[in-house]
């Protein structure tokens, strides 16, 4: 509270509005998960939640409600995909017209379907195929796994399922450093992090075999990202390591870099540039590469345009 005291009376003003929209929004897409699932339950579909979706549902870490969120993720406990896509789009969700980002031909072996928008609210669905990307190894987190040890839940006569407190856990680093790159990149989501920290602090979470979980990432290569999470936790917490678990040198220097980063902001830019150098030749060399990017510009070309425009 001593430090709260120390904010600008703006800042706080800001703050609070700023919580006071995100609870708006946040009911709205209660309304949309709420939707969903009674649809998918009505031809007897059971979705398995992911990540913030799970945020809206009762007796979660404390605040969980107020968690920002810009959709709403889920895969299916019962069913796949496709299936769940062709009932919610028979209701009336569909894709955005005006998002190119929507295209279903960029999605075709993509780790979930082209975002649906619920047909009365702003809010929209993404349906996993799989729990991570495609670009990782598909053992790092695999969506058998989670459906087989997810937990059944009933939220106001619906049914649904939620993954094991460790797989949360693990979905939530795993996505943040692996799939986001931050561990590569040296970005940190402090919304991220602060979950994972509150879903460290449940009962039961004491109770994970970290070892045993980090030497099976090793195999993959994951185990030290996930390791410099933790870490990075503890810096930012003061959330103690779980028994047994040392970071090695890659998680210890990718979080000196990053702290040297944020003292010396200058060197942000330089870093990424650098990594983009060494990333090029394989670029280039990849033929999925170049409409990708030029999708891109593209996008990048059109919001030039709405900003300079006189009514941007």
């Known amino acids: 509270m001593r430090r709260l005291d120390q904010v600008p009376h703006e800042v706080v003003t800001a703050l609070a509005e700023l919580h006071r929209l995100n609870a708006q929004r946040n009911g709205r897409l209660r309304r949309v998960l709420s939707d969903t699932i009674g649809i998918l339950n009505a031809v007897g579909i059971e979705p398995l939640l992911l990540k913030g979706s799970i945020a809206l549902l009762p007796d979660q870490y404390p ?23 062709a009932v919610l789009r028979a209701a009336g969700y569909d894709h955005h017209p005006d998002l190119e980002a929507c295209n279903p031909a960029s999605f075709q072996a993509h780790h979930h379907l082209v975002p649906l928008f619920h047909p009365d609210v702003d809010g929209y669905v993404e349906l996993h195929r799989s729990v991570l990307s495609s670009r990782l190894p ?8 989670m459906r087989a040890a997810a937990q059944r ?13 460790e797989h949360r856990l693990l ?9 986001n790159a931050a561990f590569r990149h040296d970005h940190r989501s402090l919304r991220q992090l602060l979950e994972f920290a509150q879903l460290r602090s449940l009962p039961g979470a004491e109770a ?9 990432l090793d195999r993959i290569g994951l185990g030290e990202a996930v390791r410099g999470y933790l870490l990075g936790n503890e810096w930012l917490f003061g959330q103690a390591l779980p028994a047994g678990v040392t ?5 210890r220097w990718a979080e000196y870099r990053f702290w040297l980063k944020v003292e010396y902001p200058v060197l942000a830019p330089l870093h990424d540039y650098a990594l983009r150098l060494v990333n090029l030749p394989k670029r280039l060399m990849t033929p999925s590469w170049y409409p990708a990017k030029a999708r891109y510009l593209y ?13 941007g």
């Open 63 to 85: 605040l969980a409600e107020s968690r920002m969120m810009s959709d709403l993720d889920m895969a299916l406990h019962n069913a796949e995909a496709e299936s769940a896509e």
């Open 138 to 145: 598909a053992e790092s987190l695999p969506l058998a796994s």
């Open 153 to 165: 839940h009933d939220w106001q006569g619906l049914r649904l399922w939620v993954p094991s407190l």
């Open 171 to 179: 979905h939530n680093a795993l996505h943040h450093q692996a799939q």
């Open 208 to 216: 994970i075999d970290w070892p045993r979980r980090l030497a099976e």
């Open 247 to 251: 970071p090695g040198l890659g998680a």
């Open 299 to 311: 996008r990048r070309w059109r919001l030039s345009r709405v900003r300079h425009s006189p009514n």
